[in-house]
């Protein structure tokens, strides 16, 4: 498996601001992917983010409002930007890792809330 | 297109109870399957998985089998404990070959009462 941190753990956000989600990973991996859980629902993809290209982005969501950077193997940013309500949720970040039985490994999550 | 769909909650149980957790998958193809669990405050984690029909994933006590005739991918546990007390969620690999994109069902809280 693989340890993975997100920063931050939660934060209260005011609307119309942005706030970026690191995620940091303790190896190298090259698919890394952006969930969001709004409250008492289930995950959605957000995006894929993989090292040396653009993120792609799922159907509903777009890059101006959640830019991502994968700047390593290890390390990728989520954006979540110009905040509303509506934005609350729990965001995820997973890796998928071939090494441990082809499987992905979420972290903790960033819990936002937005007033 | 791909969708999985889970007993609806929430499940209330007495400690050392039998628990059952539905999930049956769309079948387009033969997906990997998951169950996740997600305690009160933290993240998901990996419960259990199976990559293929017949195959039974375990761990902690709990149990799914991997059903291709009845595309399902049911979640047992033969006695649980109040820690046991989560959201369980259900998972498929979005196509065969494409197992890094999950989806998800809508989860099922369960609650454990000594």
């Known amino acids: 498996s693989a340890v993975i941190s997100q920063k931050p753990s939660r934060d209260i956000c005011q609307r119309g601001t942005s706030l970026t989600i690191q995620c940091q990973v303790d190896s190298q991996v090259t698919m890394m992917f952006w969930y969001r859980q709004q409250p008492g629902q289930s995950l959605t993809l957000i995006a894929t983010a993989n090292q040396g290209s653009e993120a792609t982005y799922e159907s509903g969501f777009v890059i101006d409002k959640f830019p991502i950077s994968r700047p390593n193997l290890t390390f990728s940013t989520l954006t979540v930007s110009n905040m509303s309500p509506e934005d609350s949720s729990i965001y995820l970040c997973?890796?998928?890792?071939?090494?441990?039985?082809?499987?992905?490994?979420f972290g903790e999550g960033s819990w936002l809330t937005v007033v | 297109g791909d969708s999985v769909t889970q007993m609806e909650g929430p499940v209330t149980l007495s400690e050392e109870a039998f628990l059952t957790i539905n999930c049956t998958y769309t079948a387009t193809g033969y997906p990997s399957l998951f169950w996740y669990v997600q305690y009160p405050g933290e993240g998901l984690q990996l419960l259990l998985k199976a990559t293929k029909a017949d195959d039974k994933g375990s761990n902690k006590g709990f149990e799914a089998t991997y059903r291709k005739e009845t595309t399902s991918f049911h979640l047992e546990k033969g006695s649980v404990q109040v820690s046991d007390s989560a959201v369980y969620f259900c998972a498929r690999g979005t196509s065969p070959g494409s197992n890094y994109k999950l989806t998800f069902g809508k989860g099922t809280l369960l609650t454990v009462n000594p």
């Open positions: 997973s890796v998928y890792l071939t090494d441990s039985g082809n499987t992905i490994y």
